[in-house]
């Protein structure tokens, strides 16, 4: 939801949500009165009016997307924290009384956010500190153990409107951490001591060509020596132990020449030095360390940014489990329950541990790994996941697999593993750089042999400056930096991407095959047509569903809470008995009269052919009844929408370019899946294709030589989502294909697909501009090396000059243009 | 030409300094986070209201 949006006045000035008609609340923020879409956005614009905090609304960067939780979910989410295990587990204390927790917080999105909550958190009288990382989403906090508890903590955030949870240190993170702060310190150390090495090093310049005195050459070259040592020693050692274990896999890469260069280079000049004859390189040395460590940085940057994508969905985890006992239910850390022990799941609480169906009739929305949204009914006796939701009444249930073995904890192991290959573009740099290597070896030793024919006492100078000038700085540059620009601008534009080869396929892709459920409609039910009977009013009948619906978990109630959100505080039907029948629909009592809603057969019991309205093409997935005891009420009817940038994003892609066939491949058999095609003017080759069919549609594609973009949501179609060549999975899908695709839409904004593949197209122009110019430059300055005409200045300012001009061009890939 | 024997130990001395600070920056978690530090110096600093306890979260009770 973007800014401008907002502006349109029907959407919640809070969360960019639209305002269900007939509600009608404003808050006064900055000045005005602004629309609010529920009571939840309500009170969260008033608190930071109270809180000298709506500053947060100019500053932010795009609305929430997703309305505040009601204040009254929020505080029976947060029961279980009383348990004294618990707080053991998330809270640490120390001697001085004060507690410190870590949360992991829902719905960050930007600066703006972070400085909200620290203020609000550090207004709450007993909060010592608290610290927000955007980077992992989580708030460090610390109060005084005797003032207050977690729970507070956790409450006070859900008052501004952000969700949280207790968080356990998390390995990967600490290790993620560490790697960035080790890379950075080594990144730094060279850059520092370049500077310094520069002082003397322009001394020497001055020298060469003012005169200078023996006594000072020796000075300055000696301070070289002292301040390049620990240089090499720290900062140039990755790539001395990358190109040894090179070396004895025998496998050509960056790393030797680089560390031929930076090794040759300082044992010849520290030979200059001690000899006292030659020339000294010392700063071509640390100038040499300060560049690539720069291009490892970056290059670890793009790999930690996408590490950091994998392990937002893994927090989904579930974090409790309620086992049952001889004492009775206790409140465990999930992963202290073992095989074999039981525990409770209450409705809306997702499943600690797979397990089986001991007691209880219920109903678990498993989109976790199939992206349906339309939940299982289960029964004693069913297996059900760990990470489902039950969505309908208490499960009692057996625990069959917990912590790692669990069917999550395996995909996920699976998708780590897929994580840590190294992107197609750097291997193919890597194959630039071993022709390279062989080159630039090649060319040394020539040199060498040729000049002790010629004048042996200047072959090892000769030698030393055609390394030196072949240095691959700017080279080894060029990838890394132009892949974190084009990376980082497509982030922030809202496509994610966690595989190297999502860039290159983009920009020679042949054929674009969309997915229907889901990824071009919002592949959630959302009530549509309302047909009322009996002299009701369609507003009367839609607050009895609403109230009805309320306390249910599944789709359809959903669709009626998120547009009726406001209802609560108008309406009070007072309904008593509610009973939800699961697979069937929800029963109450209003003054005597029983009402039921949902499925038709249940709802009016005698099959008197009652048939739903139809109308012209109609777009209705599925009808549900409202009834009661005298008759039928009304009729809901459910659409799934087409997602409103679903036509820009096909034109924008036609318009870029008119050779890229686009596709729709939809397992839906009803014709409205084929008039959705029509209107977006895609081809349809299959229709109500099976998962299989479509996979198999993409490898005849494949075979065929072209190179096929997926676009999907996973749901039920994970293989096909895989099968292409580059797979771009939508926000809202199933977490698993989140996981496992090349990228992901996290705003599920389609028109990027069209920007990215210009993008893409962008970036190959510029690495080939990089590459063509980083091998020039050789060229020009491998003939003054080997000639002996390269003194030390020339190759350090060259060497230089070179590596920013690859680096200035690839920040041209830094920002995203906004047209389409 | 001398002078150089004081300069140069006291620009060494400067570069140790400066590394040790970098050192100490990096290890201490001030570039951990570089997007949301970023931000943070454009923050309006003005004296917190400090607040007792608010119960908003309990008088919220009310309105289920």
Redesign the interface.
């Known amino acids: 939801m973007t800014l401008e949006a907002l502006a349109d006045s029907k959407s919640c000035y809070h969360c960019g949500l639209p305002v269900p008609p007939g509600f009608h609340c404003t808050a006064g923020v900055l000045g005005e009165y602004r629309l609010m879409c529920c009571?939840g956005c309500c009170?969260v614009a008033e608190?930071f009016e109270a809180?000298?905090l709506s500053?947060w609304y100019l500053r932010r960067e795009e609305a929430m997307g997703s309305a505040a939780p009601a204040?009254?979910d929020v505080?029976e989410s947060v029961e279980y924290l009383e348990s004294p295990t618990l707080q053991e587990e998330f809270v640490e204390c120390d001697d001085s009384g004060t507690a410190s927790s870590s949360l992991l917080i829902e719905g960050l999105s930007?600066?703006?956010c972070?400085?909200v909550i620290e203020?609000h958190l550090?207004?709450?009288?007993?909060v010592r500190r608290a610290r927000?990382?955007?980077?992992?989403r989580r708030v460090k906090v610390e109060w005084d153990s005797q003032?207050?508890t977690l729970r507070?903590v956790i409450?006070?955030l859900?008052?501004i409107g952000f969700a949280s949870r207790p968080d356990r240190p998390n390995e990967s993170l600490a290790l993620e951490?560490d790697e960035?702060?080790s890379t950075?310190?080594r990144l730094?150390?060279a850059g520092?001591?370049a500077m310094?090495v520069m002082?003397y090093s322009v001394a020497l310049y001055a020298g060469t060509f003012d005169g200078m005195?023996s006594?000072?050459i020796m000075?300055m070259r000696w301070?070289g020596l002292?301040?390049s040592t620990p240089v090499v020693l720290v900062s140039a050692r990755p790539f001395f132990i990358a190109a040894w274990r090179q070396l004895k896999l025998r496998s050509p890469g960056m790393d030797i020449p680089v560390s031929l260069a930076i090794g040759g280079a300082y044992l010849v000049s520290c030979y200059a030095t001690i000899g006292g004859v030659g020339e000294v390189y010392f700063d071509s040395v640390c100038m040499f360390t300060f560049f690539l460590s720069l291009g490892r940085y970056l290059e670890m940057r793009i790999r930690h940014r996408s590490l950091s994508l994998t392990r937002s969905m893994m927090d989904a985890k579930p974090l409790i489990a309620r086992r049952e006992g001889p004492e009775g239910e206790r409140v465990i850390p999930a992963h202290a329950l073992i095989v074999g022990d039981h525990f409770r799941v209450r409705p809306g609480e997702a499943l600690p541990a797979d397990g089986i169906v001991i007691d209880g009739r219920s109903a678990v929305e498993e989109a976790l790994l199939t992206g349906e949204p339309w939940p299982r009914a289960i029964m004693t006796g069913d297996s059900v996941i760990a990470g489902s939701t039950n969505v309908e009444s208490p499960l009692l249930v057996e625990a069959t697999r917990v912590g790692s073995h669990t069917t999550l904890a395996s995909i996920i192991a699976l998708v780590e593993g897929a994580e840590s290959e190294r992107p197609p573009i750097a291997l193919m740099a890597d194959r630039v750089a071993s022709i390279f290597v062989t080159g630039v070896l090649g060319v040394a030793v020539v040199n060498w042999l040729t000049w002790q024919a010629l004048a042996p006492d200047r072959a090892i100078w000769t030698t030393l400056s055609v390394l030196v000038a072949t240095c691959p700085c700017a080279l080894s540059l060029a990838t890394p930096t132009a892949l974190a620009a084009a990376t980082h601008a497509l982030a922030k534009a809202g496509l994610v991407i966690t595989s190297g080869r999502v860039l290159e396929g983009l920009a020679t892709a042949d054929r674009v095959i969309f997915d229907k459920t889901g990824t071009l409609t919002r592949g959630r039910p959302t009530v549509a047509r309302i047909e009322a009977m009996q002299g009701r009013s369609e507003s009367e009948v839609r607050r009895l569903a609403e109230r009805m619906e309320r306390d249910s978990e599944h789709p359809f109630a959903h669709a009626f809470r998120s547009e009726g959100l406001a209802l609560r505080l108008v309406s009070e039907v007072g309904l008593d008995e509610i009973q939800s029948i699961p697979g069937f629909g929800v029963e109450g009592v209003l003054d005597g009269t029983r009402y039921r809603i949902g499925r038709p057969t249940w709802v009016v019991e005698n099959d008197e052919g009652l048939t739903p309205p139809t109308g012209p093409e109609s777009d209705v997935l599925a009808w549900i009844l409202l009834a009661n005891q005298e008759g039928p009420l009304a009729w809901f009817g459910f659409e799934d929408p087409i997602r409103v940038d679903a036509s820009p994003a096909i034109e924008g892609l036609r318009s870029r370019d008119e050779k890229v066939a686009l596709e729709m491949l939809s397992g839906d058999p009803s014709p409205s899946a084929l008039r959705i095609a029509d209107r977006l003017g895609l081809e349809v080759h299959i229709s109500a294709a099976t998962p299989q069919a479509k996979v198999e549609r993409v490898h005849a594609l494949q075979e065929a030589g072209e190179r096929v973009v997926v676009v999907g949501d996973g749901v039920n179609d994970g293989p096909f989502l895989q099968a292409g060549d580059v797979s771009v999975a939508m926000g809202s899908g199933c977490d698993l294909s989140r996981l496992t695709a090349d990228a992901v839409l996290m705003r599920n904004e389609l028109t990027l697909i069209p920007r990215a593949m210009a993008w893409s197209g962008r970036l190959r122009r510029i690495l080939y501009q990089n590459f063509a110019w980083a091998i020039a430059y050789n060229l020009v300055v491998l003939p003054l090396a080997v000639t002996g005409h390269l003194a030390p200045w020339l190759a350090a300012l060259g060497m230089s000059t070179s590596s920013l001009v690859v680096v200035l061009n690839a920040l041209r890939l830094n920002r995203l243009p906004d047209a389409v | 030409?001398t002078i150089?024997l004081l300069l140069?130990p006291i620009?060494?001395g400067l570069?140790i300094a400066?590394?040790s600070a970098?050192?100490w920056a990096?290890?201490s978690?001030q570039?951990?986070?570089?997007?949301?530090e970023?931000?943070?110096i454009?923050?309006?600093d003005?004296p917190?209201?400090?607040?007792?306890?608010?119960d908003?979260?309990d008088s919220?009770?009310d309105?289920?």
Not at chain 1, 132 to 136: D, K, P, T
Not at chain 2, 31 to 36: A, Q, S, T, V
Not at chain 2, 48 to 54: G, K, P, S
């Open positions: 009571i009170a608190m809180q000298g500053e204040p009254s505080r930007c600066a703006a972070v400085w203020r550090l207004a709450l009288e007993g927000v990382s955007l980077v992992s003032r207050l507070d409450l006070r859900a008052e951490r960035n702060r950075l310190i730094g150390f520092l001591g310094n002082t005195s006594g000072a000075l301070m002292i301040v | 030409m150089l140069i620009g060494i570069l400066a590394i970098f050192v990096v290890r978690g570039f951990d986070d570089l997007e949301g970023g931000e943070r454009l923050f309006d003005e917190l209201a400090r607040h007792d306890h608010l908003i979260s919220w009770k309105m289920k």
